[in-house]
């Protein structure tokens, strides 16, 4: 899904490397004086608008492998709903800290997935027929402090991956036990999911309610998706409506300085603490037991 969003973008002429803030905007970024004015669905298409190809591929790397960790640990019911719900309330979190600034990007959900696997393996929820390796909460430990650390930046929205991770960490601790049985399993998800819903609405609404100063903009004209110069500033997730004046020059100081050191990093992340390889181990020993068993 995030990678469809994009390329939609860019085939309707949107800058594959900078795009506007009014171009995130127009396909759905969170953006205050709108989202707390009545587009409340902005909260969830702002979790699949990126700022340009470098954003969308450092978070979909992210994505795969704590994806693919979350859907073999926990399962993909659960692994949709720790997703959907995370980055619902980091947006939530995003509009209310940054109402002016607009906000988009999956890494709220991703720091969801993070928390939740944090919670779900520290409360030893795991399939018991897995052996766990003791490095992943160390390497996920790792994942979120690095990341929040460069979260620091101006022009990043930590309230997103704070909000994001706050969620995750507990929705991964409500979750069933991969060993429960299915019926204990399906009654602890629906509970879970309702509670979700509830936190959700509750928290949008006391967003709205402290956020009553951010007014609905008299005109949405100058959202409409289109080409324009010299206004290409991005920023990693949060994009400040009122920096996008910025010379094309800047705009590409701004890219490296922002996005090389974050590609780096994880790079190093997955390099050295083999992240990728502890969950690719699990998911392997999963498949193998269960061919065994005739599954």
């Not at 720790?82 to 939530?92: L, N």
């Not at 690095?146 to 309230?159: E, R, T, V, W």
Request: hydrophobic share 50%; glycine share 10%.
């Amino acid at each position: 899904m995030n990678a469809v969003v994009f390329l939609i973008m860019v085939l309707r002429g949107v800058s594959p490397l900078l795009p506007s803030p009014q171009d995130a905007i127009a396909f759905g970024a969170d953006y205050g004086p709108l989202t707390l004015n009545g587009q409340w669905w902005r909260l969830v298409t702002s979790m699949f608008v990126h700022f340009g190809i470098i954003h969308t591929g450092l978070n979909m790397w992210c994505l795969w492998n704590l994806g693919r960790a979350a859907k073999h640990l926990m399962g993909r019911v659960p692994y949709f709903l720790a997703y959907f719900v995370s980055g619902i309330f980091s947006s939530i979190a995003s509009v209310y800290w940054h109402p002016m600034g607009a906000s988009a990007g999956a890494s709220g959900a991703i720091f969801g997935m993070a928390g939740a696997l944090v919670s779900y393996v520290y409360l030893k929820k795991t399939p018991s027929h897995l052996t766990i390796n003791k490095k992943m909460l160390g390497s996920l430990g790792t994942f979120i402090a690095y990341n929040l650390a460069f979260g620091a930046l101006p022009g990043i929205s930590n309230a997103a991956h704070i909000g994001g991770l706050v969620m995750g960490l507990a929705v991964g601790a409500a979750l069933p036990a991969a060993g429960a049985r299915e019926d204990e399993r399906r009654t602890r998800l629906s509970v879970v999911a309702i509670f979700s819903v509830i936190a959700l609405v509750g928290s949008a609404i006391a967003a709205k309610k402290l956020s009553q100063d951010v007014s609905e903009p008299t005109s949405t004209a100058h959202l409409i998706p289109g080409r324009t110069t010299g206004e290409a500033l991005t920023q990693f997730p949060l994009l400040n409506a009122q920096d996008s004046s910025r010379s094309d020059a800047q705009c590409v100081h701004s890219f490296k300085r922002r996005f090389l050191p974050a590609l780096v990093g994880i790079a190093l992340q997955f390099g050295n603490d083999d992240f990728a390889a502890h969950f690719a181990l699990a998911g392997s020993k999963q498949r193998d037991d269960s061919h065994r068993a005739g599954k």
